[in-house]
Nanobody, 121 residues
């Protein structure tokens, strides 16, 4: 089995910072693109940022200049450094990864269960 486990969410005041982590574990041969998505109450899930295994990145406009995505391929860990947080950043944040398992020839997208970020004074 493959698991993605997020951590690092919590309550933070506007202007504050949080660092989210996502660890992939299980029978993993390789990991391709990894990314962070978020879903606010009553809204659809949306892309925050993605990163390829080679280090290429893409950010949502709302995340540019405030959030930084990074990954440690050896540790199978994805990070999201979030600075200058705003109330509108309040959401459940989900990790996503395209993973190829051992003894397979294709990748499958996996999702974590999410970590809640609340930005409020």
């Amino acid at each position: 089995q493959v698991q993605l486990v997020e951590s690092g969410g919590g309550l933070v005041q506007p202007g504050g910072s949080l660092r989210l982590s996502c660890v992939a574990s299980g029978s993993i041969f390789s990991i391709g693109v990894m990314g962070w998505y978020r879903q606010a109450p009553g809204k659809q899930r949306e892309l925050v940022a993605i990163m390829t295994s080679g280090g290429g990145t893409n950010y949502a406009d709302s995340a540019k200049d405030r959030f930084t995505i990074s990954r440690d391929n050896a540790e199978r860990t994805l990070y999201l450094q979030m600075n200058s947080l705003k109330p509108e950043d309040t959401a459940a944040y989900y990790c996503n990864a395209d993973i190829r398992r051992y003894a397979t020839d294709h990748t499958i997208p996996y999702w974590g269960e999410g970590t809640l970020v609340t930005v409020s004074s």
